[in-house]
Each structure stands twice: as structure tokens, then as C-alpha cells.
């Protein structure tokens, strides 16, 4: 991921509301949800819930597909682990760890005292 598509998906999740909306469609897994779904679960009226799944969906975080008069939202997992690897590259002085994990990607096991990058 470059650096100005990870502007506008962090501008994206840079807001309440919208987090709160991309974390239920990740939560939602494979099956994703429809609007009306996501509506009710976070009590967000129906306008102000299709502005946050445009800008998301503008962001290129999530993903819509047409079910006769009904749209899906699916979260594009794809790009969310792009966006953590973005903001993980520099992990480490650049060293891949063996996993993701806090344990083994933290404070204790591979950062020095002082950051490779300031």
C-alpha cells in the first residue's frame, strides 16, 4: 500500500461513527451486512449511515454487491491487512517478525530503546 491510499483509509476510519460502521462489517465476516442491518445494530439513521459506507467504501475499505433492491457491504480484508502492514513496515528496524502477535512484534521482544524512525 502507498502512502496516499493509506492517508484516505485512515481519514476514513479517522471518524466515530464510521469506525463503529467498519467494525461491524468486519465483525459481520464473509457474509457482510445490508444497510438496513447495520442501521439498527448501531442506531444510525439511514442517511447518515450511507454517507460513512460511501467514504468508506470510496477509501476502498469495504466492498458492494447489488442484491436485487438490496446492497451488501463485505469489508475488503484484502485491504485492511494492507493498511496494518503499512503501518507495521517499519516494526522492528525493518525485520519481519516470525508472527503479527503483540508478544512477538512489541516493546519486549524487538524494539530498541530508540526508534529506527522519528
Known sequence: M???LAVK??????QTSRLRVF?????AGPEGMQPGQL???LELPPNTLS???KEL????LVSV???GRF??????MTAMQSLVGFLTDHCCQGVPCVDMSPVACGPDHCWTAEPAIR
Request: hydrophobic share 45%; proline share 0%; aromatic share 6%.
Open 2 to 4: 502507498d502512502e496516499d
Open 9 to 14: 483509509a485512515l481519514a476514513a476510519l479517522a
Open 23 to 27: 467494525r461491524a462489517i468486519v465483525g
Open 39 to 41: 442501521s439498527q445494530a
Open 51 to 53: 454517507f460513512h459506507l
Open 57 to 60: 467504501h470510496h477509501a476502498g
Open 65 to 67: 454487491q447489488r442484491e
Open 71 to 76: 446492497l451488501r457491504y463485505r469489508a475488503d
